[in-house]
Each structure stands twice: as structure tokens, then as C-alpha cells.
């Protein structure tokens, strides 16, 4: 963020309200684990010879974070809601993981700015040793990482092959380029005395590299016929193992077989069958090293679907229905031989992206379920010991996923609301709970106020007029309404329909006169509604008259009542230009179509709010937050102030205005590190005053009581075993301040 500007109109002719004091944050509702929220995917398994670590990419916390979790040989799960390894935000594509004698090494790619490759170490009882370091930055193509057993090496693409040591300590060197042209399907491992680079294009190649990671002379070759070698895996003292597919006829996207070859210090061996299907079953595997040869898992056609028709391409690329995968799974010596397969899952839908583990106690398999309904991915596992059958254990487990949140006051209640997930089909119910201006719950648990529905973001509000709740919250294509009395009795037995306009509700806001409440709607087209909802009895709709001047597409409504009218402001999305209307309870327009800021910046998600007959409108502008005063629902003039960044390279949004007894306060977010910093500050006609840093989360609603006691809607990751790292909603309050009694 360049700076932060605020444009202010003369609000008031008094102090501002000051900074706040001491807050508490209480969770809007206790944590139940289950299966864990959001997506997870790329699983990759390792294991210290006698017990096992497993992480992969996981989207609980709303971005992409690294997550693993440690797993006994009898099968416990020690940190079932997993370890957060990184919380970047930006991790994806397949994470390395390997034990390098002393500890595990973690390598990920993250999708930002730069491009880079980082890694962390963590150790046997599950700690995370330090912070994430870059190996390189501007790299291309998946990062690969092998342990002779008293370190590790990771090799991947900038744009030519670059060569990482790690030593077991966590420093690192970067080795020069190698001389070779490398492809970017990258593997390498080590089977104790130096390691072994492999690459596919066309043709597999390979070359050899010692413990510092030089190129050992006269060690390059590539093999004659094609063939997709996509993993290579040692076990200390043993051979190498080359595993990749061989396509089948009548040009179908998934292979016949998977093939082999040992590489040892006398040559690469001839290629053999390690498994053949009779038939394209066959879609992606995973191998790796055990104590007496080798372990591959692959996924397994199943049913009568057939694999959809080839495009000509090397390896084909799918084109047509999908049927449902299983996984097999089947024991390779170290001579070539091969065992006989077994089942390891046969599922509805898809199991995939199989990592498997396996040393002298027992098996670690950890892969991908996607059923076909569409729903997220979710890693499953199993266990199994010498000749018993795998077992399934749960390796990934949080609480509910809450992605959003609302809150408005009463005299001295705070009720929030929020739209909670369920993780496994992706259904979302909005629930409600009333709180003391102290942080303490009132509702012994929290209140359902819809029932489940499909949409995943019904980003529901909450009201108050004095006497009555009102939530407001979306349903496509409806948006439905919901009143409750003031200590918490339903006055609806059923979600009221606000209605659909032509084209569709696209967004919605609400806001109360202090008996009943206005809730304004925007169509597609656009077309503006106004629905009034009395404290009982139905609704009444307005039709806006049509607006001179209104563009094609406006949304963010943010609505208050001045006093005398409903102020309504919104983002034009033509021009990214803020306005406004002001309609009066019949909803007919008072103030015409006023333009609060059109500029060249990008100007959006407005937030009203008023205090006898002023309002103040913020909106994020480009990098900045702005905000100017209407009176009477006009623009007046106003002055400048130009606030330091908090951050460099962030950039401020999400504002949510009060009115305060004495003016207004301002929260906001600023988004572009790790975590979201929350601030805020106080607007009066004196300016803005100093802002304030009140920690990391998410705003999404603030409210005040009569009796002037702030309140936060937040959402914010909870990184602790109780939730398990997902994203919950959260309740800040400034409670009162307690005053000593005269003469004690």
C-alpha cells in the first residue's frame, strides 16, 4: 500500500470518541471436529524408519497452507487436527517431504510474486524447527527432494536444473546451474552414496551426482525407447527403482500397465512389467522404497465407465466422462519380481493422488477422496502391519468451516450471525447466538435460523429495530428474511421471501428506521427494490422508480437511516465509481443519484452509516481507504488526510463504519502479508485520528450498543488442536470499564 487516504467532510464539532481499550475475542460457537473442512490434496507420506509424518496442501484456513500430522506405527494419529507447517496462503502443487536422519524436511512451491521454493524442518515430536526458508526464487517446474541419509537435495527448474543441498542443521547451499538441459518432470533419489537425477521428455535421461551435488563425470545416458519414467525411488543400500505406464490400445487416457527399471552401479536393467491391468484401468501411481524392495499404489479403474478417448498427445491427455478409481497396490523385490496386487479402497467416486510409506513395522498409505457429487477433496489413510490387512485411520480432522459473519446491537446485546459449512457435502446453514457487551454467550448454543442449503456463501446480515431481530440472508435466487423478538423467540416459523426481481437478486442490505426494517435489492438488469418488513405481520415491496443515470451493473449495496430517510450507497462497476440515492419509507427518492467519488481509481465495497442526519460513506480506493460526509444526502465538501502505511506492500479494504456517540469509527483490513492486519480509527471533523492495530482477522461487521459499547464480527483461522486451523467466526467486544467506588 502506497498510503492510506482519507477524504473527510466536516462530520462534528467535538472531540472523537478516542481510542478503544482493552477488547475480548470469544469464539461465536464451540468447536465440534470432524472431517476436516475446506479442500485438501497432494498428500505425500515419509517415515524415520519407524514411525511416519504425512503433510499435503490444505484449504481449511481459505488459501493454500501446508498441513501434516505424525502417525505411530500402531496406527495413532498424534495430532489429529494436523500441524500447521505453513500458513503463506499461497502454497500449491505437490509438497516433497522426505526424513534426512535427524529430521523431516518439508519442500513446497508458493504461487506469489516471486515464484519461489521454501522449505521447513520439522522433528520427530512434531515441532516446527524455525521458519520457512526460500531455496530460490523465479523457479519453474515441481520441486523433487531425496536424503542420502545425512541430508537432503532438491532439484528443480530456473529454467535450467538447479541443485539445493540441505544439511541436517538447516543451512542450505545453492550449487550452480547443471550443464545438462533437463525436463520438467524432475525426480531424484538416493540410495546412500550420492544421488540419481531423472527426467522425462520424450525419452528418459539420467545422470548421477555426488554428495555436494556435482555432476559425476561420464554419468549421463538416456534410455532408447520412449517411455514415461515419472518417479524414481531408493531405499539406502539398495537399487534404484524406475516406475512409470505404458499406454494401452484404441486410444484411451488412462495406461495398461506400469513398468520398471532397477538402476544399479553396473546399468540400468531391461524394462519389465510390474503390473499389467489387460485392459486402460490404470491412472496415476506412487512408489516407494522398503526394506526388501519396493512398494507402488496406483489408481485402479472401476466398473463399466471406460476411460475417455485420447488426445494425440505423449502422455495422452484425458478428453471425455471420468469413471470411478479405486487404488491397488503391489510388492516389487529388489530383483524385479512382482507379488500379487491387492485392493487397497474401492470408493464411488475418485481416489487418487495415492503416497504410500513402508519399513520394517508397518504401512503408511495416505491419498485424495472426491466423490462425484463434486464435493471437496479429503485426504483418507489406512495402516497396516507385516501380512495384515490395511486399516483406515483419520488423518485429518477441524471444526466447521464459518466463512461468514454478521452482528448488530441491541442496549446491551450483541447478536451475531454467521453461515457455517459442512464439510463433507458442502451444505451451509446460517446460525445466530446473542451475547453481553462482557464477551458471555446468552443463547446456550447457537440458533439455526435456516435450514441447509447448496449455496456455500449466503453471506447473511442481522438488524435490529429496537424490539426485533431481522436476518437477511441469500438463497439463490431468493433472499430470505427471518424476525426474531428481542430475547430470542421466533417471530417467523419459516424464512420469509423477499422476492425476485427480474434477472435475479444479485445483493441485498437492510437497515432500520427504529420500527421496522427497509431491505434494498439489486436486480441484474439493474432494477432497485425496496421491501419493508414490519415488526410483524408480511412484507411490503416498492419497485424503485428507475434512475436517471444508473449504470448496467452496480452491487455492495451498504444502506443506514439518517434520521429522516434511508441512505443507500453502492459500487458502479462501469466506471469502479461509489454512489448513492436516499429514498424515503414509502421508498420513493428524495435525493437523486449522487456521485460520493468518481476517479480514475478503483473505487468499491462502500459502507454507510449515519448519526442525526450525517453520514459518513468509506470505500476502499485502489490501495487506500477513503471516506467522505453526506448531509441530507448530499455531498459536501471536504478535506484531505494522508495517513503512513502500517506495511509496505499491503493494500487496504473491507471497511465497516459506526456512528459513535461523538462521530464516527472506521475499521478496515490490510491484505498482502501472511496474515490480515485489523485497524482502526476515529472520524470526526477534526480528521481521522491516529490508526489503531487491533491484531489479524477479518472484519466483516461492526456494531455499537445505545449504551456505546463497540462490537466486531471477525473470521479468522484458528490455528489450535480445539479447531484445527479452519476459519471461524469471531465475537470482539470492548466491555465495560469497571470504576472504583469513591474513597477505596
Not at 428474511?481 to 444479485?506: C, S
Amino acid at each position: 500500500m502506497k498510503c492510506l487516504v482519507v477524504c473527510l467532510s466536516a462530520l462534528f464539532a467535538i472531540p472523537g470518541f478516542g481510542k478503544l481499550g482493552p477488547s475480548v475475542e470469544v469464539p461465536v460457537a464451540p468447536p465440534t471436529l470432524g472431517r476436516a473442512a475446506g479442500a485438501q490434496g497432494f498428500p505425500h507420506v515419509a517415515t524415520d524408519g519407524h514411525d511416519f509424518f504425512a503433510v499435503w496442501i490444505d484449504s481449511r484456513g481459505g488459501n493454500g497452507s501446508v498441513y501434516g500430522t505424525r502417525v505411530l506405527a500402531d496406527g495413532t494419529v498424534l495430532d489429529p487436527t494436523g500441524i500447521l507447517v505453513s500458513d503463506s496462503g499461497a502454497a500449491f502443487g505437490s509438497p516433497g517431504l522426505v526424513w534426512d536422519g535427524a529430521n523431516y524436511v518439508v519442500v513446497w512451491q508458493e504461487e506469489d510474486d516471486t515464484s519461489r521454493v521454501s522449505f521447513v524442518r520439522v522433528d520427530r515430536n512434531g515441532a516446527v524447527l524455525g521458519t520457512p526458508k526460500t531455496l530460490l526464487d523465479g523457479y519453474t517446474g515441481s520441486p523433487s527432494i531425496a536424503s542420502n541419509g545425512h541430508g537432503s537435495m532438491v532439484i528443480f527448474s530456473k529454467p535450467v536444473g538447479t541443485v539445493v543441498i540441505i544439511s541436517q542443521d538447516g543451512s542450505f547451499t545453492r550449487k550452480n546451474p547443471l550443464p545438462q538441459d533437463v525436463g520438467r518432470v524432475m525426480q531424484i533419489a538416493s540410495n546412500g552414496d550420492g544421488y540419481l537425477l531423472s527426467w522425462t521428455d520424450t525419452k528418459t535421461s539420467m545422470i548421477r551426482l555426488d554428495d555436494n551435488g556435482d555432476v559425476v563425470p561420464g554419468s549421463a545416458q538416456q534410455l532408447t525407447e520412449r517411455g514415461d519414467y515419472t518417479q524414481l525411488i531408493a531405499g539406502i543400500g539398495g537399487p534404484y527403482l524406475l516406475v512409470g505406464t505404458k499406454w494401452g490400445t484404441g486410444g484411451s487416457a488412462c495406461a495398461q500397465s506400469i513398468v520398471g527399471r532397477l538402476v544399479t552401479g553396473s546399468g540400468v536393467s531391461d524394462p519389465f512389467v510390474i503390473h499389467d491391468a489387460g485392459g486402460a484401468d490404470i491412472e496415476n501411481f506412487a512408489a516407494a522404497p522398503d526394506g526388501n524392495g519396493f512398494q507402488v499404489v496406483w489408481m485402479k479403474r472401476l466398473g463399466a465407465n471406460p476411460c475417455g478417448p485420447a488426445i494425440d498427445s505423449d502422455p495422452p491427455t484425458f478428453s471425455g466422462p471420468y469413471p470411478p478409481f479405486g487404488l491397488s497396490q503391489i510388492h516389487v523385490g529388489q530383483d524385479g519380481s512382482s507379488g500379487t496386487p491387492s485392493t487397497v479402497a474401492e470408493g464411488s467416486g475418485f481416489d487418487q493422488q495415492p503416497s504410500v510409506a513402508r519399513n520394517s513395522a508397518a504401512e503408511l498409505l495416505v491419498w485424495v477422496e472426491t466423490p462425484y457429487s463434486g464435493n471437496s477433496s479429503k485426504i483418507a489413510a489406512a495402516i497396516a502391519h507385516p501380512d495384515q490387512p490395511l486399516v483406515p485411520i483419520a488423518i485429518a480432522s477441524s471444526a466447521a468451516m464459518q466463512i461468514y459473519s454478521g452482528i448488530a446491537a441491541s442496549e446491551n446485546t450483541f447478536m451475531t450471525v454467521w453461515s457455517e459449512q459442512n464439510p463433507l457435502d458442502l451444505t451451509t446453514a446460517v446460525y445466530a447466538r446473542r451475547f453481553g457487551t462482557d464477551g458471555r454467550a446468552l443463547d446456550a448454543a447457537p440458533v439455526k435460523v435456516s435450514d441447509d442449503q447448496a449455496n456455500s456463501y449466503p453471506e447473511p446480515v442481522v438488524s435490529f429495530d429496537g424490539a426485533v431481530w431481522l436476518f437477511l440472508w441469500s438463497s439463490p435466487p431468493n433472499t430470505l428474511a427471518r424476525r426474531m423478538t428481542v430475547d430470542g423467540n421466533w417471530i417467523d416459523a419459516a424464512p420469509l421471501t423477499i422476492g425476485v426481481p427480474v434477472g435475479g437478486v444479485y445483493s441485498y442490505a437492510a437497515a432500520s428506521s427504529g420500527n421496522g426494517f427497509a431491505v434494498l435489492t439489486i436486480a441484474y438488469d439493474p432494477a432497485l427494490t425496496m421491501t419493508f418488513i414490519p415488526r410483524t405481520g408480511d412484507p411490503r415491496k416498492v419497485p424503485v422508480a428507475k434512475i436517471p443515470g444508473l449504470a448496467s451493473y452496480i452491487r455492495f449495496p451498504s444502506m443506514a437511516w439518517d434520521g429522516t430517510a434511508y441512505v443507500a450507497v453502492w459500487f458502479e462497476g462501469n466506471d469502479n465509481d461509489i454512489e448513492g440515492i436516499r429514498l424515503d419509507q414509502d421508498g420513493q427518492i428524495i435525493t437523486p443519484l449522487t456521485g460520493i467519488l468518481r476517479s480514475p481509481r478503483l473505487d468499491t465495497m462502500p459502507s454507510v452509516a449515519c448519526h442525526e442526519g450525517t453520514c459518513a460513506v468509506a470505500w476502499q480506493s485502489s490501495d487506500s481507504i477513503a471516506a467522505a460526509s453526506l448531509v441530507s444526502g448530499t455531498l459536501v465538501p471536504f478535506f484531505t488526510v494522508t495517513i503512513a502505511p502500517s506495511a509496505p506492500n499491503t493494500y487496504a479494504t473491507f471497511p465497516k463504519l459506526v456512528a459513535t456517540p461523538d462521530g464516527f469509527r472506521l475499521f478496515w483490513n490490510e491484505l498482502g502479508s501472511a496474515r490480515p492486519s485489523l485497524l482502526t480509527a476515529s472520524l470526526t471533523a477534526y480528521g481521522l485520528d491516529s490508526p489503531n492495530l487491533l491484531g489479524a482477522a477479518s472484519v466483516t461487521g461492526a456494531a455499537i450498543t445505545t449504551r456505546g459499547q463497540m462490537g466486531l464480527s471477525l473470521t479468522h483461522a484458528a490455528n489450535d488442536p480445539a479447531y484445527g486451523g479452519v476459519t471461524r467466526a469471531f465475537l470482539r467486544v470492548w466491555p465495560p470499564e469497571r470504576r472504583r467506588a469513591v474513597g477505596r
